[in-house]
């Protein structure tokens, strides 16, 4: 009898303890380590593709060469980035330094998660790096993130057909409204857009619009409406079509497969259409030119994490990974364009064929739009959308909508 | 005596401690992972709160119910809410129809009854957001849909870009993947009723049409009340075809934006944590009511034996 209870209660203890197997954290880790003061670092990043993944990498691997007693620890976050990081910041079990996505830093920087890192920075080299890239990490004067690389948008069109049409690269709205109508015959569309604000904002900012100054709205004029229009006439002569439209999941697959002559599209093309269309001879220009110019920059930073308990080696390793060796990499491997002025140089030399991702970025502001970001977002892609079923007249009547919805 | 009877009352707590030890696992899995996040989220349902904020959830500025009031003024929720009512309107009846019927088919005499029943159950264990891409393939402009229609003469058409048929696309989706679940419970309600009911209403000169009305469907209730209720649920908490077919974003137009994806939404993308809870609890308000309203319309034992 005493056995038998022996066993039940053992296996029942057994089972409860081994759910809480994993919670815990790994202690042994340390003791093992040589008995120098190493310092490990963890950085978040979310998963790349396998050549984004190499270089991140090789770089880590030349930093820990160069500073032997930092380890970086690397933490690949899979699934929502964002999510999960919320529910690591909210346990405070955030990595030292993660990614931080242009577009999420407000929300971040204004919540007091992320730690300033002017203290640590030489304020010369940060003259280096792309004004308007730093700007989107800034608050208050101070800067939060240093931006490991960005790219921006251009056309990206398909060289036979434009052979074939006998059309030139445009430059200007109409020029681009003229080729797309050229080049829209045989079951071929001239352009593949769709109702996106990351797509159309460019547009708008070549009218001579503005989306936000500083937190609040600022789309709702004419001149931005003008840009939202010229956009979605695109769609309505015929001369556009989405591509979920075309049974194409996103502008590339339109591209690649030959559906479109022409899409609007950043650097993260040229490794898609390596895989999905090696046989589409296509070259890169610049977007064309409005009023003025105007793009949109995506990029994304290295922050440090207000909780880390090894703040100085932690700048170490953002400056490091955003340090001109760690860019004359980025630059090499053309994945993306580096972030500082002395490399973009490097990139356009060996990918000549690219400089127009690097030109285009004159006049660009970052995908970003103050503390309102996400909101924005929200009412512009539902504005565009409402252009394209026509629940509204015009541009000017969806962007006022639009900027009552932020307003609520 | 007195000394038998102590020794039975010690057997007796003896075995209590032990039942209590078997599902202790349970009991702490419970309150960690469930009952302790629910309270949790109760409380934060009347604070404002993101997952960004570096006070705890205790220090949290207390709202009262201003997030519970806000979601009433807030037209992108009344819109999901609207499309989540649609949503269970829309598939409840038709899955559980649908479910009986296979139910009765399968527990007929037919061939290969094994085959269908292994069949119909399949896409219920298959992950939602696998049945999500894949209905997508079916839906998308050049997709089977619109090829198989086009036989008809009817020109193609992309179903899940459109205000109008995004919303009834995953309904159709919904049915197609989750009607094998409730068949299997038919089926075994099905099984549940004694032979002999039928026998003796075999006798009494009932014919096929007679005996399903009269035998089957009332001694089914229990279970249809079973199903609608989880149905319901399910239908009331839909979150991942939405999601998957609208890139997250409950587009086009909000046509699929559901309670849940709100939810999700308002949580983990605009930081408003204590406003997403109190939109799970407006949510757990209005299913815990219409299951109460079923139970009393369908829900009384009956007892034929």
């Known amino acids: 009898m005493k056995f038998k209870r022996f066993v039940a209660t053992a296996t029942a203890l057994l089972i409860a303890s081994s759910l809480f197997v994993g919670c815990g954290k790994k202690e042994g880790q340390t003791t093992e380590q040589p008995k120098e003061e190493k310092v490990t670092i963890t950085l978040g990043c979310w998963g790349s593709s396998p050549a984004e993944t190499q270089l991140l990498d090789d770089q880590i691997k030349k930093f820990e060469e160069t500073h032997p007693n930092i380890k970086i620890e690397k933490q690949v976050i899979t699934g929502d980035y964002n999510q999960a990081m919320q529910a690591k910041i909210a346990s405070k079990t955030e990595p030292d330094v993660y990614y931080l996505d242009v577009f999420q830093a407000p929300a971040y920087i204004s919540k007091g998660v992320i730690e300033p890192l002017d203290s640590y920075l030489d304020m010369e080299d940060v003259k280096d790096f792309e004004e308007f890239l730093i700007e989107g990490f800034k608050k208050d004067g101070k800067i939060y993130g240093l931006p490991k690389d960005f790219n921006s948008l251009a056309i990206f069109y398909n060289k036979d057909m434009f052979e074939k049409a006998g059309v030139k690269e445009p430059t200007t709205w109409a020029e681009l409204e003229e080729a797309a109508k050229k080049l829209t015959k045989d079951g071929v569309y001239g352009m593949a857009l769709s109702a996106d604000a990351a797509r159309f904002i460019p547009f708008m900012l070549q009218a001579g619009g503005k989306i936000n100054e500083g937190d609040n709205v600022a789309f709702n004029t004419t001149e931005a409406a003008k840009g939202l229009d010229f956009y979605f006439s695109l769609i309505k002569k015929g001369y556009a079509k989405q591509p979920k439209d075309l049974g194409e999941g996103w502008n590339g697959d339109a591209l690649a497969h030959k559906k479109v002559a022409m899409v609007i599209e950043g650097g993260w093309m040229i490794p898609f259409m390596k895989d999905a269309g090696p046989d589409v001879k296509y070259g890169i220009t610049k977007l064309p030119k409005g009023d003025k110019e105007g793009n949109l920059a995506f990029t994304v930073a290295y922050a440090m994490s207000v909780n880390s308990k090894h703040k100085k080696e932690a700048a170490e390793v953002i400056k490091f990974l955003t340090g001109k060796e760690a860019l004359k990499m980025v630059a090499e491997s053309g994945l993306a364009i580096p972030s500082r002025k002395s490399m973009e140089q490097l990139y356009t030399e060996k990918y000549p064929e690219r400089t127009p991702l690097v030109e285009g970025t004159k006049g660009a502001q970052v995908f970003q739009f103050g503390a309102n970001t996400t909101k924005i977002m929200d009412a512009l892609n539902k504005a565009g959308e409402k252009l394209l079923f026509n629940k509204v007249n015009d541009g000017k009547a969806a962007l006022d909508e639009a900027a009552k919805e932020v307003g609520q | ?305």
């Not at chain 2, 159950?121 to 839906?139: E, K, N």
């Not at chain 2, 308002?266 to 949510?283: E, H, S, V």
Request: proline share 4%; charged share 15%.
């Open chain 2, 1 to 305: 005596m007195s000394s038998k009877r102590g020794t039975l009352s010690r057997i007796k707590t003896r075995e209590k401690i032990d039942g209590w030890l078997f599902v202790l696992p349970f009991v702490i899995s419970t309150l960690v992972f469930f009952a302790g996040p629910l309270v949790v989220a109760f409380i934060l349902s009347f604070k404002e709160y993101s997952f960004l904020d570096q006070t705890s959830i205790w220090q949290a500025k207390w709202v009262g119910f201003d997030n519970y009031l806000n979601a009433f003024k807030d037209p992108i929720f009344k819109k999901a809410l609207l499309n989540t009512t649609l949503y269970s309107l829309g598939v409840v009846p038709i899955q559980l129809v649908i479910a009986l019927i296979l139910a009765l088919i399968v527990d007929s005499d037919i061939k290969g009854k094994t085959f269908f029943r292994v069949a119909y159950y399949i896409p219920t264990v298959t992950s939602t957001v696998a049945v999500s891409v894949m209905f997508m393939f079916i839906f998308k402009t050049d997709g089977l849909l619109n090829k198989f229609l086009k036989v008809f003469g009817i020109p193609p058409y992309n179903w899940f870009g459109d205000v109008r048929f995004a919303l009834p696309s995953i309904m159709g989706m919904a049915i197609w993947s989750s009607v094998g679940l409730y068949m299997i419970i038919f089926l075994a309600g099905l099984q549940d009723i004694p032979h002999s009911l039928y026998e003796a209403a075999w006798i009494d000169g009932a014919n096929k049409w007679q005996q399903f009305w009269y035998v089957t469907l009332p001694l089914l209730r229990p279970t249809f009340f079973f199903n609608l209720v989880v149905s319901l649920i399910g239908t009331f908490q839909v979150f991942d075809q939405a999601y998957v077919v609208s890139g997250g974003n409950g587009g086009p137009l909000n046509a699929t934006m559901t309670v849940v994806l709100y939810l999700y939404r308002t949580g983990f993308r605009d930081f408003k944590m204590g406003y997403a809870c109190a939109i799970a609890f407006i949510l757990f308000a209005i299913i815990f009511v219409l299951t109460l309203v079923q139970k009393k319309l369908f829900g009384e034992e009956t007892q034929y034996q």
